[in-house]
């Protein structure tokens, strides 16, 4: 037996205080501040941690007041000379705004990089100026129900990534302004949000990742037009209804584009389907420089209502196709015909049901077609097909 465990000597006070912060990052926040009665050593070590985590989930017990009394605590006993690397607030329940922002202001005096903001409150948050000119945030998310509101001037000169979640875009002029005093940013996700303008500008130079997506029930981007100038953009993801005018300047260099177009309801989609099949041909038609595109039926359903399958662009760069959920044959011979440089097809589909004599739609219907009636599938040199088939008890794919 080792002597030193023998005489119960405490090895991992001895390491150092930042193998010790590491190791204590794996714990929830109530329990590393529990480790500050092992000794003053580990008071210290307590009160100059650089990730702070207060989730909801974590304090079922505590109730609103006596969280928020625990994060006082906490920021309170901070080592003055210890910065803030990571900060995260997730709660549902009411916060007193006055104090939530004093700890804003806190952490931010603490150059902290990443900054989480999850909050159900019962009015529209109104962010501190503190944070809006913070010149040490790397990462920023906010999803603040039911609205934010952000004052006039804002600076983020080391933002790299920014997270919106459930906000009121009504000013063309102040949403331009937003993106362009983020001169480093790279990943753009935009979830849930309102646009109260006619049209809505992200011009990045150095974006490289963009989602954009919204709720069924959320009519997004539908009434609104949506100009991207990205000119370094590699990944698009584009979930809700296609912008009443689409207008995209990427590079070459886009690798992939996710989109899915969806309705409300099965009559209501199809009324607007045929409205918006023009929409979804300028869509595409920015997209013909992607290499690995993915795509539901539901857009082909929009060029189906209207006709259009015959006015699909070319992707002569596109060299992978993957299809999520079941694409009619009309729909799959002109997409094959649009990108003649292909060499991977996928169909990746789900099912839920309970009965175990189920055979793919894509497996009766179309495999024979390809074959017989489409002759740019020769082109392609991988083909693949992803069915997952999910039972009451049981998850299997073929």
Request: proline share 3%; hydrophobic share 45%; glycine share 4%.
């Amino acid at each position: 037996m080792d002597r030193e465990a023998a005489a119960g000597k405490d090895r991992i006070s001895n390491l150092t205080d930042s193998l010790i912060h590491h190791i204590l990052s794996f714990l929830e926040i109530k329990q590393i501040a529990q480790t500050s009665v092992l000794s003053k050593h580990w008071r210290c070590i307590w009160t100059s941690i650089p990730i702070l985590l207060f989730d909801e989930d974590y304090h079922p017990d505590l109730l609103t007041n006596r969280f928020m009394d625990f994060v006082d605590g906490t920021l309170h006993r901070r080592n003055n000379m210890s910065d803030i690397e990571k900060f995260s607030l997730i709660q549902l329940n009411n916060l007193n705004e006055y104090r939530v922002s004093s700890w804003i202001t806190n952490v931010i005096s603490r150059n902290v990089q990443e900054l989480s903001l999850s909050l159900m409150q019962e009015d529209p948050f109104v962010l501190p100026i503190s944070l809006c000119t913070c010149v040490s945030l790397v990462s920023l998310k906010l999803k603040i129900t039911p609205s934010i509101c952000f004052p006039r001037n804002v600076s983020f000169p080391k933002l790299k990534h920014l997270t919106l979640g459930g906000v009121q875009f009504t000013n063309e002029c102040w949403n331009a302004k937003l993106f362009s005093k983020c001169p480093v940013l790279e990943d753009l996700i935009l979830a849930h949000c309102t646009y109260d303008t006619r049209n809505f500008y992200i011009s990045i130079a150095t974006l490289k990742h963009l989602r954009i997506y919204h709720w069924g029930g959320q009519d997004g981007l539908r009434d609104c037009g949506l100009k991207i100038l990205a000119p370094n953009l590699v990944s698009l993801f584009y979930q809700g209804w296609v912008a009443k005018e689409f207008v995209l300047h990427t590079s070459p260099e886009l690798v992939e584009a996710h989109v899915l177009f969806f309705g409300e309801d099965a009559a209501t989609r199809e009324q607007r389907m045929r409205c918006c099949g023009t929409s979804t041909i300028q869509f595409l038609r920015a997209l013909t420089c992607v290499k690995r595109l993915i795509i539901y039926d539901a857009m082909l359903q929009a060029l189906s209502a209207d006709n259009l399958l015959e006015n699909l662009p070319t992707f002569h760069n596109t060299k992978q196709l993957i299809l999520r959920e079941d694409v009619a044959d009309k729909a799959l011979f002109a997409l094959l015909k649009a990108t003649p440089n292909l060499e991977s097809l996928v169909f990746d589909k789900l099912f839920f049901f309970f009965f175990a004599n189920f055979t793919s739609s894509i497996t009766r219907r179309s495999f024979g077609a390809l074959t017989t009636t489409c002759s740019c599938i020769e082109s392609v040199i991988w083909f693949e097909l992803v069915i997952i088939y999910v039972f009451p008890n049981y998850l299997f794919a073929v």
